[in-house]
């Protein structure tokens, strides 16, 4: 169940995943019990207590879109910008169908200081992360699953009727649901590497400077505020080279990121 927090437009879910029910820890309370006590303390006005108890579930490794929402919302009560834009991203990295969170993203968005306009994307390009995010990846591999094994089960049919009218209609049905299957083969693909990437990032602090080199003695190139959106290329030391949402490449202090 999700409701509408007052005046904001965020929602707070109030159902835990099946991967949070199934996991364990060293705690002696369970990940329901965190889960139970975050939502109470948020229905109270309590965000920090919310906001310590869902981390104690995220401390164990457990990668959960509801938590990962629940705690980009208490973030965004503290007026944490960068943590919750942070959170929401990785709630939608896991489950890219949650309009809940996709809003909710937005809206935060529309709160990053100096937010630097993002470089147009090809209408191709810019149409494909569109559709990315109409079904998860579980969707998108039942629908794979499902769509594979009527292709083959009418291209059994088209083998063992050969020379009926039936079974050539059988063939050609079985050759479309082929050509859809590696389609949705290609998107699960897609969608598998964009929940494993690991080279997105969010500034989490207040403001960093941009350099064109690793090093505050390089030339100035810009200024990140918190919220934006990076694209991690290399690390070297505390520096980390990004691309940010223009297109320009950079260096700034990476130990203010939180990565996707």
Request: aromatic residues 8%; contains cysteine; neutral net charge.
């Amino acid at each position: 169940m999700r409701g509408v927090a007052a005046g904001l437009g965020l929602a707070a879910c109030l159902v835990l995943g099946s991967s949070v029910r199934a996991a364990e820890g060293t705690s002696t309370a369970s990940p329901e019990v965190f889960f139970s006590q975050g939502n109470e303390a948020y229905s109270k006005g309590d965000y920090e207590t919310a906001e310590r108890a869902y981390q104690q579930i995220v401390s164990r490794g457990i990668q959960n879109s509801h938590v990962y929402y629940n705690l980009a919302n208490v973030c965004f009560r503290q007026n944490q910008i960068g943590r919750a834009i942070l959170f929401y991203e990785k709630a939608l990295r896991l489950d890219p169908a949650d309009l809940d969170a996709r809003e909710n993203l937005k809206y935060a968005e529309l709160r990053i200081r100096d937010r630097i306009p993002p470089d147009e994307r090809p209408f191709l390009i810019a149409l494909l992360e569109r559709g990315m995010g109409l079904l998860s990846l579980e969707q998108v591999t039942r629908l794979f699953v499902l769509l594979y094994l009527l292709a083959m089960f009418l291209a059994g049919a088209w083998i063992l009727g050969r020379g009926r009218k039936a079974a050539t209609l059988a063939g050609i049905f079985s050759g479309a649901l082929l050509c859809l299957a590696l389609v949705a083969g290609g998107w699960m693909a897609l969608q598998a590497r964009s929940r494993n990437a690991s080279d997105e990032a969010i500034v989490v602090t207040d403001k960093l400077e941009v350099y064109s080199g690793p090093g505050a003695d390089n030339t100035l190139l810009a200024s990140v505020h918190e919220g934006t959106k990076v694209t991690i290329h290399s690390h070297r030391g505390e520096w980390t080279q990004v691309t940010i949402p223009d297109g320009r490449s950079g260096w700034l202090k990476g130990e203010a990121l939180g990565v996707i």
